[in-house]
């Protein structure tokens, strides 16, 4: 005898993910998901984006990794609030799954904050198929790593709102073809704005600021 | 990568499924869907399921996974078809306006129980 039962497995998370949009949705919270693979430099770049973006927007970061809290003490010296997810808790994930996002999210005081970003735990495969309620997600590749990135994990480039090429200051010293990367990335989303940065210099910085602004300050003016 | 973790809820799942008036019933299969753009490799599922269900009413059942291919239409001249590698541009317009039509499920689509 056949059962019919026609549910997505990830209902639970996608059900979580919803009441996590709807939580912060109602605080006035945007919230940004940002993915990579490991040593892209997300959190060099988070360093200088919240520097960047106080004191006009209030931001707190969750930050995902499978052990140590090094990345949430280096960004805690911004001032924002930081909570640091060890997902070794939970069984070693390869992702930030929205149960997570939802407990971590409950040691922050929404009220106070405009922009909460999520650092990812850094995977191009898994954190791709995880709603955790965000308004929108990056993904940070380095020019360091292949230019081919995009087309090899189409899924992570395919469901991102917007593409970082890290590490620009580097490219003196390297054989990285960036024109190639910006056509692998277009060729899984053609619109994908790309920005072109380094984390270390600060350079393409002013571009990437003034994007997420606009799209942060668009959730709000839709809100209101 | 996190195989178990979708094997762990395909079982629950599954379980929650098996009629409220059958609570001895067996269960033979479990039919899945799975998109070949969802992050999940088949082999593995396969794996962890016949591990995870031990112990459980689906102990000894067979996992069916259906693979479903990427498709895509033109959102500018309507064509549909097939995305065979990671280019998702029209074949025939070249328009990069497109959207998926299939290969991102994850879904459990029935159960098969003794009679």
């Not at chain 1, 407990?103 to 709603?131: K, Q, R, Y």
């Not at chain 1, 899924?155 to 990367?181: E, Q, T």
């Not at chain 2, 689906?58 to 291919?69: M, T």
Request: with cysteine.
């Amino acid at each position: 005898m056949e059962v019919k039962v026609v549910r997505k497995i990830l209902d639970v998370n996608d059900a979580m993910a919803a009441q996590n949009r709807n939580a912060f949705g109602k605080q006035g919270v945007f919230v940004l998901n940002v993915m990579s693979s490991p040593g892209s430099g997300k959190t060099a770049l988070l360093e200088r984006t919240l520097s960047q973006l106080s004191p006009e927007i209030r931001c707190a970061v969750i930050v995902g990794d499978v052990a140590t809290s090094h990345d949430a003490d280096r960004l805690a010296k911004s001032g924002a609030p930081v909570v640091q997810v060890n997902t070794d808790a939970f069984g070693g994930d390869c992702h930030l799954a929205a149960h997570v996002i939802g407990a971590a999210a409950s040691d922050l005081d929404l009220s106070a904050i405009d922009l909460l970003i999520v650092e990812n735990v850094g995977n191009l495969v898994c954190p791709a198929e995880f709603d955790i309620g965000e308004d929108a997600r990056v993904v940070v590749l380095s020019v360091t790593e292949g230019e081919d990135k995009p087309v090899k994990y189409p899924l992570m480039f395919r469901v991102c709102d917007a593409a970082l090429l890290n590490k620009i200051d580097l490219l003196p010293h390297l054989d990285y073809d960036i024109a190639a990367a910006r056509g692998y990335i277009r060729q899984i989303k053609s619109d994908m704005p790309i920005f072109d940065v380094s984390a270390k210099t600060g350079e393409g910085f002013d571009a990437w600021i003034k994007w997420l602004k606009k799209t942060v300050a668009a959730k709000s003016t839709a809100a209101a | 990568m996190h195989e178990m973790g979708i094997a762990a809820q395909v079982v629950q799942i599954a379980v929650d499924s098996i009629p409220a008036d059958m609570p001895k019933a067996r269960v033979q299969q479990v039919n899945l869907k799975v998109g070949k753009l969802a992050a999940v490799v088949p082999q593995s599922l396969l794996f962890c399921y016949d591990i995870i269900t031990r112990d459980t009413p689906l102990a000894g059942s067979r996992l069916h996974i259906e693979e479903v291919p990427v498709t895509a239409r033109c959102n500018d001249c309507g064509r549909d078809w097939t995305v065979e590698g990671p280019v998702f541009r029209c074949p025939d317009c070249d328009s990069g306006s497109i959207q998926l039509t299939s290969g991102q499920e994850l879904e459990i689509i029935s159960i098969e129980i003794e009679d």
